[in-house]
């Protein structure tokens, strides 16, 4: 994750304790998962306050994948 440019967190699936597949199995147990859904899993080190005007941008494989402005 990127916070106005720098990078702020860094992490993998491979860090999770539940593998990615079973956590998917789970929510999809209680709600309907469609293309574009973001599943919130926790955090790796690094969290932070944000202040409006900041911009949030993560990455998936090195690949610009959300980006957010805060208000």
């Given at each position: 994750l990127e916070k106005n440019g720098a990078t702020?967190?860094?992490?993998s699936t491979a860090d999770f304790l539940t593998?990615?597949?079973d956590l998917i199995a789970f929510v999809s147990?209680?709600?309907?998962?469609?293309?574009g859904d973001?599943?919130?899993t926790g955090t790796?080190?690094?969290?932070?306050?944000?202040?409006?005007?900041?911009r949030l941008e993560g990455?998936?494989?090195?690949e610009?994948?959300?980006r957010v402005s805060i208000r």
């Open positions: 702020v967190q860094e992490g593998p990615i597949e147990r209680y709600f309907t998962l469609k293309k973001v599943l919130f790796p080190a690094g969290v932070g306050p944000v202040t409006p005007g900041d990455f998936l494989n090195g610009s994948r959300l």
